[in-house]
């Protein structure tokens, strides 16, 4: 159980273009989505949080206009990358969490987004 | 606020031998605490968390960590390395219950690298 899923694993893509990643959890109705980014060899950092039906809340720096998300059902969250230039090139990561105190995210798998 | 400090970004062993990972962390709360496992160019997968109750938690691939208050510490452990457990290691404190869900704070990461 806890399966969290991400399409597409890799893409590569002109600089400005937009590139859409969604977030699926199989086997349960995620209440809260995230959406992580990593650089090379280091940590996750978070960038932005999203509840079903309502509006992402994003963190400190990151660009909402230049990430948007979309968490319009239990089960789906989307980030897209808007007019994607190559320092946006990184691993995006999703994690998906049924809510509650003492709930845990689960992670996808990753996506690796190259732009040229 | 919450932090996590892993000390050693890079730890070897042999296989067969002792895995220690050290997590040490900061909260001015209650912690829920987690360690997940990182294989190549993957997601996080969840190793094994302490929420309330007994300190030593035991997670999947015969992987344990306790619970320290005293210490503030959290430390990750395997008596005997396998080759597979080859993998980047997070560990991770909730930084708080707002808004109802969780927002995880990550350590750097300690790369674990076991030799035959």
């Known amino acids: 159980g806890a399966v969290v899923s991400q399409h597409p694993s890799r893409v590569i893509c002109k600089s400005g273009t937009s590139v859409k990643i969604e977030c699926r959890s199989l086997d349960f109705q995620a209440t809260t989505m995230f959406w992580y980014r990593q650089f090379p060899k280091q940590s996750l950092m978070l960038m932005a949080t999203?509840?079903?039906?309502?509006?992402?809340?994003?963190e400190q720096g990151v660009e909402k206009d230049k990430f948007l998300i979309n968490h319009a059902s239990l089960t789906l969250s989307t980030l897209t990358v808007t007019s994607a230039h190559p320092e946006d090139s990184s691993f995006y990561i999703c994690s998906a969490s049924q809510g509650g105190d003492t709930d845990t995210q689960y992670f996808g798998p990753g996506t690796r987004l190259t732009v040229l | 606020a919450q932090s996590v400090t892993q000390l050693g970004s890079h730890v070897s062993v042999s296989e067969g031998a002792l895995v220690l990972l050290r997590c040490n962390y900061s909260?001015?709360?209650?912690?829920?605490l987690f360690w997940y496992v990182q294989y190549p160019n993957q997601g996080l997968q969840l190793l094994l968390k302490y929420t309330t109750g007994a300190t030593l938690v035991k997670g999947i691939n015969g992987f344990e960590a306790e619970f320290k208050k005293s210490e503030t510490s959290f430390h990750l452990t395997k008596p005997s390395a396998h080759m597979s457990d080859a993998a980047e290691y997070f560990c991770?404190?909730?930084?708080?219950?707002?808004?109802?869900?969780?927002?995880?704070?990550f350590g750097a990461g300690t790369r674990l690298a076991v030799h035959p």
């Open positions: 991770a404190v909730r930084e708080g219950f707002s808004g109802g869900y969780n927002k995880l704070i």
């Open positions: 909260s001015s709360v209650p912690p829920y």
């Open positions: 999203s509840n079903e039906g309502s509006k992402a809340t994003y």
